[in-house]
């Protein structure tokens, strides 16, 4: 089968795999894991951060980021389709106490404008405004792509009204192909950032958040509690440590597939409409009455796997486990249904 339903199917490389067993190892509740320290200090470096902290999952690292820069009746500002919204269980309120205060905008994607308009008014009836959180690239937005001369007035904002600004940045180096820009200016603009190994990088586990040293000796104790406290998983780290020093740059194949599947699926007479391609997702709208699940049956029977985002609409996800003769026969599928 051709497994288009997520970045999250991707398997280790052989050259993974050798890089996970040659891996050293130690305890990682105790910091004497090398391979992990290894790791924490490269992604840190790497983003300009004094430190980071490995966690099991971008779940994990987005709720324990919220729970370190909130206390309870607070509230979180995002987009509607953030992530941290849509698809963490509601751990904000389970974890952190906190509400949520969503904002419409374009394709995932949030202005300061919105959020200024946003922020509560210091009254003892509502929650207090604490928090702002940014998706890039945005997942339900089509994997639109935040360019940083977008977020600098976001950062202006949260520094004058003493907001903190996490980055959700799961599928962050899609982006930063594209763009050009440093993970360094990244970095640099927000106080938080997590990111994920185990999507189009490869990685078969883990996510990194990433901040001041204050902020991570903080997390790390509420990684803790939250069951994360990992022994021996540096062979899991060599896995990102490879992911990160090999399968950033190749991202810009996992997004060009997608912009050529993006044209190839708007000259169908099936397809409504599809959003703007911007980095490896491609979610479009279905014509007429034919249901996603309808669609994804047919797919299923050609040997493509996809993915529903809502009754009438398909979500393709491009991933270094796709071959060139895959992407062939997905190409030869869709023009022909």
């Known amino acids: 089968m051709i497994n288009l339903i997520s ?22 509740v105790f910091g004497q894991d090398p391979t992990i320290n290894e790791l924490e200090s490269y992604a840190a470096a790497l983003f300009g951060k004094e430190k980071a902290l490995f966690c099991p999952s971008g779940t994990m690292t987005n709720q324990i980021a919220i729970k370190t820069h909130t206390q309870p009746l607070d509230e979180v500002i995002c987009d509607y389709t953030s992530h941290v919204y849509q ?73 004058a009204k003493g907001l903190a600004l996490h980055l959700d940045g799961a599928r962050l180096f899609n982006a930063l192909v594209e763009t050009g820009e440093s993970p360094a200016d990244w970095g640099a603009t927000f106080d938080s950032i997590s990111i994920c190994l185990s999507k189009g990088l490869g990685a078969p586990v883990g996510s990194l958040l990433l901040g001041e040293a204050g902020f991570i000796k903080k997390a790390r104790r ?14 899991l780290a060599a896995a990102g440590l490879y992911a990160l020093k090999n399968n950033v740059d190749r991202l810009a194949i996992d997004n060009e597939r997608a912009r050529k599947m993006g044209a190839i699926l ?5 397809v409504e409409s599809v959003r ?9 709208d279905l014509a007429g009455k034919t249901t996603a699940a309808d669609f994804l049956q ?19 996800t491009f991933h270094l486990d796709i071959s060139e003769e895959m992407m062939n026969r997905v190409e030869e599928v869709l023009s022909c249904m």
């Not at 970045?7 to 990682?28: C, I, N, R, Y």
């Not at 990684?223 to 021996?232: A, W």
């Open 298 to 316: 047919q797919l299923e029977t050609k040997g493509i796997l996809a993915t529903a985002f809502g009754p009438q609409t398909i979500r393709l």
């Open 222 to 235: 509420l990684r803790k509690v939250m069951g994360g406290g990992m022994r021996q998983a540096g062979y």
């Open 266 to 270: 708007s000259a169908q007479p099936y």
């Open 87 to 159: 698809y963490e269980t509601a751990g904000y309120a389970f974890h952190s106490g906190v509400s949520m205060n969503l904002l419409q905008g374009i394709n995932g994607k949030i202005t300061a404008e919105q959020i200024e308009a946003a922020i509560k008014p210091d009254y003892d009836w509502l929650p207090v405004s604490r928090l702002v959180v940014i998706e890039n690239t945005c997942n339900k937005g089509g994997g639109s792509i935040y360019r940083l001369p977008e977020i600098e007035p976001i950062r202006a904002l949260c520094t």
């Open 276 to 284: 703007p391609v911007q980095s490896n997702i491609v979610i479009f």
């Open 7 to 28: 970045d999250t199917v991707t398997k280790p490389s052989p050259a993974m795999l050798s890089a996970m067993l040659a891996a050293e190892v130690g305890d990682d």
